[in-house]
């Protein structure tokens, strides 16, 4: 049974003004450079789509698929890329897009995997991240909104593949996790 929306977190006008505030800031930040924007499909892809729409420098996009093993709703930290980037980002400015930050596990991966390949710089942009204890040290530059640990749907993030067409970001019932 699919679990019931419990709690709004983040409405359409917060999102859109948070989204504006990262794009801004990235705008000023690499002013004079062009930019490649890196989606972590599928759950990035909404957020990047508004996002770069509102940058103002030069973009490029590309996207990784990665799958992270665990359970449901948990990541282990066991990472296997299944659709690699198209272009080379050797030499070229890269923000990885992120929907959420956890555990940071996956992101501490995709950082390692993007390093090796000779970016001329590397930054992350994450929507949201969780404020939970003992997280994996990744520095996101940019971040949306800082939420509790719980489970968020909607804005593109889903819980089996459901809700990823909300236009808010709510919490789902804890008996379903
Ligand atoms: P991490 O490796 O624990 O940071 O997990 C990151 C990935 O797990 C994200 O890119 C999401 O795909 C997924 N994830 C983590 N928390 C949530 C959530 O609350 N809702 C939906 N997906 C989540």
Same mark, same amino acid.
């Given at each position: $049974? #699919?679990?019931? !929306?419990?709690? $709004? $977190?983040?409405? @359409? +006008?917060e %999102?859109? +003004?948070?989204v504006?505030?990262? #794009?801004?800031? %990235?705008?000023?930040?690499? +002013?004079?450079? +062009?930019?490649l924007?890196?989606?972590?499909?599928?759950? *990035?892809?909404?957020?990047?789509?508004?996002? *770069?729409?509102?940058?103002? /420098?030069?973009?490029?996009?590309d996207? %990784?698929? /990665?799958?992270?093993y665990g359970?449901?709703?948990?990541?282990?930290? /066991?990472?296997?890329?299944?659709?690699?980037?198209? =272009?080379?980002?050797?030499?070229?400015?890269v923000?990885?897009?992120?929907? !959420?930050?956890?555990t940071?596990?996956?992101l #501490?991966?995709? =950082?390692?995997? =993007?390093? *090796?390949r000779?970016?001329?710089?590397?930054?992350?942009?994450?929507?949201?991240?969780?404020?939970? @204890?003992?997280?994996?040290?990744?520095? !996101?530059?940019?971040?949306?909104?800082k !939420?509790?640990?719980?489970?968020?749907?909607?804005?593109?993030?889903?819980?089996a593949?459901?809700?990823?067409?909300?236009?808010?970001i *709510?919490?789902?019932?804890?008996?379903?996790?």
């Amino acid at each position: $049974m #699919a679990p019931r !929306i419990e709690k $709004m $977190m983040l409405t @359409p +006008e917060e %999102i859109r +003004e948070g989204v504006w505030r990262l #794009a801004r800031q %990235i705008s000023t930040d690499y +002013e004079g450079k +062009e930019i490649l924007l890196v989606g972590v499909l599928k759950g *990035a892809f909404v957020f990047l789509a508004d996002l *770069a729409r509102l940058i103002t /420098v030069p973009v490029q996009f590309d996207f %990784i698929a /990665v799958s992270s093993y665990g359970s449901a709703t948990k990541t282990s930290g /066991v990472v296997r890329i299944k659709k690699d980037l198209d =272009m080379d980002v050797r030499g070229k400015h890269v923000i990885i897009v992120e929907d !959420i930050v956890d555990t940071g596990l996956t992101l #501490a991966y995709l =950082m390692r995997n =993007m390093l *090796a390949r000779g970016p001329a710089s590397l930054e992350v942009c994450a929507l949201l991240e969780k404020e939970i @204890p003992g997280k994996s040290e990744v520095n !996101i530059k940019y971040v949306g909104f800082k !939420i509790p640990d719980v489970f968020v749907v909607g804005y593109g993030l889903d819980w089996a593949e459901n809700y990823r067409n909300l236009p808010y970001i *709510a919490a789902l019932s804890k008996d379903s996790q």
